[in-house]
């Protein structure tokens, strides 16, 4: 008919089809280039994590000795540290030693970055001061630590022992209890740094706006930390937790070079008795089974962990 509007022109099949082929193309073109990008950090965590904790796993179900052939022998290694007095022991000292430690980190840690989470003068000079000791490294400051605890030379029983809280002639390191409480005392001031900047790159997010409706409502200190500060940093808490009971199943230096696992194996943590069961007694394969055991329980404490957050979180 004159004058009637000509239908719409729809797109041909083949068309279509092209948009579709040349969107297929792109898709892939984009999933190369990921793959590209990510392959690196994956050849990284295969050649360093993925294909030792393999070997590690195999070499765990054989008799493996340091030097020699070896046999493949199953979960004997594993039905073995059920009876294996030693490595049950180091691993109730590890957890005992982690229950002392981790909550003083934390509370000590939250403590220095409420210290110096504001920009008032001489607080970046503070941080530094407190987060030198996580920069010079545990091993150098074990180190130091067993020089200045000499029960007749050192600097620390000088210094108690003018303070009226030690004898001037107090072995630290050979008595168990002192040994532990000096690598503790050791450790939270070490860890303590780390802590405290993690909290304090928190506490940094968290938007002023709501402290000042905290103080116009009439909370307190306290009730401001309680009620804004702390919910808002369950992921850095967390976090630390995370860092400082890994840390501290993970410990070996400060054991290693201040008591040597001593007096006795009182002070024997289960990292430094997997090294004498690999490098003293020769058994790679027992040593390996140890350290599956260490690897899966961590990983568990580590899920709890990340769980609770969830949960909190919900």
Known sequence: M????????????G??????ARSG???????RTGWALISPALLLVSVFTLIPLGFGVYASLTNWPLVGAYHFIGLANYQSLIHNTLFIQSIEFTLEYTAIVTLPILVVGYGLAVLVRSNRPGATLFRTLIFIPFIVGLATESYMAVVELQPTSGTGNF?????GIVADTTAWLVHTGLAVT???ILVVWFASGLTMMLLMAGMQSIPDELYESARVDGASWWGIERRVTLPLLRRSIALSLIISVIGSFLAFNQFYIMTMGGPGTSTLPVV?????TAFTQYDIGLASAMSVVLVIVVGLISFAQFHFLQRGED
Do not use: F, Y
């Not at 193309?25 to 999933?31: L, T």
């Open 15 to 20: 068309s279509r089809l092209r948009l579709r």
């Open 2 to 13: 004159a004058g009637a509007e000509a239908p719409p022109v729809l797109p041909m099949r």
């Open 272 to 276: 430094m008795a997997i090294v004498n």
């Open 182 to 184: 000096a690598v503790c």
């Open 159 to 163: 210094v108690l022992s003018k303070l």
């Open 25 to 31: 193309a792109e898709a892939r073109r984009q999933a």
